[in-house]
């Protein structure tokens, strides 16, 4: 699976973003999705998984109840909302595939990684 993730930008503490992250290659709708992200100076670090049907999600606890993902098969697309953006946000958010139906928060049980999209959260 190719991945293409998308919709990083600067937005005030408070605000909104929406990062999508685009399929190709291999069924998409037979892995499972994560999101990641990575901050300068720190290890990579799990973010939020859903399951193949989208019926599993899971975060991490920092991001519960602002983060919300989601997925559309159809389109073979992924989601990550995010409201209530805080400073410590800012990273590099990576999406993820992996060749099973049940999501992971694992760096390593991922195959398939997109290149990355930046977001910047400033106070």
């Known amino acids: 699976v190719q991945l293409q993730a998308s919709g990083g930008g600067l937005v005030q503490a408070g605000g909104s973003l929406r990062l999508s992250c685009a399929a190709s290659?291999?069924?998409?709708?037979?892995?499972?999705m994560g999101w990641f992200r990575q901050a300068p100076g720190k290890e990579r670090e799990f973010v939020a998984t859903?399951?193949?049907?989208?019926?599993?999600?899971y975060y991490t606890d920092s991001v519960k109840g602002r983060f919300t993902i989601s997925r559309d098969n159809a389109k073979n697309t992924v989601y990550l909302q995010m409201n209530s953006l805080k400073p410590e946000d800012t990273a590099v958010y990576y999406c993820?595939?992996?060749?099973?139906?049940?999501?992971?928060?694992?760096?390593?049980?991922?195959?398939?990684w997109g290149q990355g999209t930046l977001v910047t959260v400033s106070s």
């Open positions: 993820a595939c992996r060749d099973r139906l049940l999501s992971s928060s694992f760096v390593d049980d991922y195959d398939s």
């Open positions: 290659g291999r069924t998409f709708r037979n892995g499972a």
């Open positions: 859903i399951s193949s049907s989208g019926g599993g999600t």
